[in-house]
């Protein structure tokens, strides 16, 4: 069945990430065009199967250059940002990406005329953080609400799917090693988010269903510890590795050499991070301001999970078809 076009245009920074290509689907799906504005068109052509022929354009910016974020907003209906990075990597700095950026897209909105964003933040912003990437986040949402009071903020706790970088990347190694860190004891609290809610979150806001000028904050149903997240992880892959806990110095010494290998697999703000619970907190639950909230149905990691990490398994996901 071909999908019903609506004529407005969102544009879509980040389109081609984790988070990014789940929001561009979610409004394919509602017949929106889509404008992925990316730093390497060229690496976003897999976007183009999520919608009909035409639907979903890939474009050149840079959050750095102030006049390709323009070309990109240019006759937008909404925008949506969903850039984000873990750890900084060359001039993709905390400041350049989700301080500086988040502020250039709102004024390049506000020029072309719109009256808000949606924007992606996190569970754990706050200026006063000592975390650099939590810092950058509360700098990112402060600089789109001082100059578009009315954007939308989501603050996702960790975020789970397909390409996410916590279970896939803990269920790898697990096919390598004897055994996976706790760091801090494993006894940090996270909120596991489905990434297709969060998408469904953005494209409501989109829809205009959602409050201007609001904070929402984004978790799943249930709240799991560190070492919770990988017994479940385990469980899915069937696996068995012993759990070995790091206390946070020791973990912040080793990340001080991780964080210098191709893929900074952990680093030194990352154990900071993890000092301090990332869950939705008691008054966005009571304000509504939640996924629940607005209608959502939060996924479950048992649900979820063996949909994806079942290739981590030894015989893959056939495994539990092996014939004995």
């Known amino acids: 069945m071909s999908t019903q076009l609506n004529g407005k245009l969102v544009t879509v920074f980040g389109g081609s990430g984790f988070i990014g290509r789940h929001i561009v689907q979610a409004l394919a799906k509602r017949g929106y065009r889509v404008r992925v504005a990316v730093r390497r068109p060229d690496l976003a052509t897999h976007l183009q199967p999520l919608g009909a022929v035409g639907q ?19 006759g937008a209906d909404a925008v949506v940002n969903a850039v984000g990075i873990l750890a900084p990597s060359g001039k993709q700095t905390f400041d350049a990406v989700q301080a500086f950026g988040p502020r250039a897209i709102a004024e390049a909105a506000r020029t072309a005329g719109l009256s808000g964003i949606t924007h992606i933040s996190a569970i754990g912003a706050d200026a006063a953080s000592p975390s650099a990437y939590a810092r950058s986040k509360a700098a990112g949402e402060a600089g789109v609400l001082e100059t578009l009071p009315e954007s939308i903020i989501f603050r996702p706790s960790i975020v789970f799917g397909p390409e996410d970088s916590f279970f896939n990347q803990f269920a790898d190694m697990a096919r390598l090693t004897p055994a996976l860190p706790l760091i801090g004891g494993g006894e940090t609290k996270f909120q596991p988010v489905y990434v297709c809610d969060i998408a469904e979150a953005v494209a409501r806001a ?57 893929g900074a697999p952990l680093t030194v703000d990352q154990v900071e991070m993890l000092k301090s619970d990332n869950i939705v907190s008691a008054a966005a639950t009571s304000e509504g301001r939640t996924l629940e909230g607005i209608g959502v149905k939060p996924g479950t990691l048992a649900t979820i999970l063996p949909t994806y990490l079942d290739r981590f398994r030894v015989r893959g996901q056939y495994d539990a078809h092996r014939i004995a």
């Open 56 to 74: 979903i354009m890939a474009v050149q910016a840079n959050l750095r250059y102030r006049w390709s974020v323009d070309r990109a907003v240019q």
């Open 206 to 262: 989109v829809d205009g269903e959602l409050t201007p000028g609001t904070t929402y904050e984004l978790g799943g149903p249930e709240v799991k510890t560190f070492k919770e997240c990988l017994e479940d992880m385990l469980k899915v892959t069937r696996r068995s590795r012993a759990l070995i806990p790091i206390p946070f110095p020791v973990a912040s010494l080793m990340a001080r050499v991780l964080q210098l290998l191709p």
